[in-house]
């Protein structure tokens, strides 16, 4: 019996061999890396059908990359989810007052969806802006950042709140660094004395140098408080605008090369935070060898070839500039 049962442990050793050997080249060939070498501008890129479907299955030739207008060739291809390093801003001013459940559960949900390589930090801005001290994997410790109460009368300082969150990326220039903004408002501008200012082309231009995706979420306010709309036509046009997100998120939003989704009274907005998730863990990172080192900002455009396919990325990118 020793020898047959020799054999067939032989067979079975073989067997889970191939099997392995097998999967591994499966997961191979759906995740496809392409790289070439020396330095790279990295580029992520979110591909969707007509309906806003992801899609995952475009090849390094289906993609084309110009620089100011000019063909690149593509150094850098992959498709394996890159871990990501996450920032969620949760505006918390006055006006999100009624907003705070739905503010919870998208949140809880977001965690949720994180994979093991992902970290994340969570931060509020209203009254002041607070930042969550680390990034970590640590749901329940994200969930304690998430506050209980909102102070009825506070600003939404939306601009210095990105860009303090760029600022706490801190260095790391080939950590996949993303912002996601949930406000229901516009920015308040200054909200006293002595405090640092930010302006929504500095943080589109800060964006830009340090490689962050800004994505938006905007939504109408909930109030709890109700407010009497001043007299005449203009006081009733600007309490209709009043609970309006800022529009310059959305262009904050598609500069970076992130995207901006606007929720409206009925609509999901756990299901948002979701769907930004999956596209981070679904992009295609492209790369390219930049043609100039000229230290200035580059304009740049991905395209595809596949009919009904439209992709989305960053803009622009500041070029490096030449050793002295």
Avoid at 57 to 82: A, H, V
Avoid at 87 to 110: K, T, Y
Wanted: charged share 25%.
């Amino acid at each position: 019996m020793r020898p047959a049962l020799q054999r067939s442990s032989v067979v079975a050793i073989l067997v889970c061999c191939v099997l392995e050997v097998d999967g591994t080249a499966a997961r191979q060939s759906q995740q496809p890396v392409f790289r070439g070498h020396g330095e790279a501008v990295r580029v992520f890129v979110t591909a969707t059908d007509r309906d806003g479907r992801l899609i995952t299955t475009l090849g390094k030739d289906d993609f084309e990359i110009r620089d100011e207008g000019k063909p690149q060739p593509i150094t850098l291809f992959d498709i394996t989810p890159q871990p990501i390093r996450l920032i969620v801003l949760l505006d918390v001013s006055g006006s999100m007052e009624g907003n705070l459940p739905l503010l919870r559960a998208a949140s809880e949900q977001l965690f949720a969806r994180l994979r093991p390589d992902d970290l994340a930090r969570l931060g509020t801005f209203g009254r002041n802006v607070v930042i969550s001290p680390e990034f970590t994997h640590d749901v329940r410790e994200l969930r304690e950042a998430i506050p209980q109460g909102i102070d009825p009368d506070a600003p939404t300082p939306l601009w210095r709140a990105i860009d303090d969150a760029i600022t706490a990326f801190g260095d790391g220039a080939e950590q996949r660094r993303a912002i996601l903004v949930l406000s229901d408002g516009k920015d308040s501008g200054p909200t006293g004395f002595g405090r640092r200012i930010a302006s929504q082309a500095e943080v589109i231009d800060r964006a830009r140098a340090d490689n962050v995706m800004i994505y938006g979420v905007g939504m109408r306010s909930r109030q709890q408080r109700t407010m009497a709309p001043g007299a005449g036509p203009g006081g009733l046009q600007a309490a209709l605008l009043a609970d309006l997100p800022d529009p310059g998120l959305a262009r904050v939003a598609e500069e970076s090369g992130g995207g901006y989704i606007e929720i409206r009274y009925g609509e999901d907005l756990v299901s948002a935070f979701g769907r930004i998730v999956d596209e981070l863990h679904s992009q295609y990172l492209l790369g390219f060898a930049p043609p100039k080192r000229d230290g200035k900002l580059h304009r740049i455009e991905v395209r595809v070839s596949r009919k009904g396919v439209k992709v989305r990325g960053q803009r622009s990118y500041v070029a490096p500039e030449m050793p002295n």
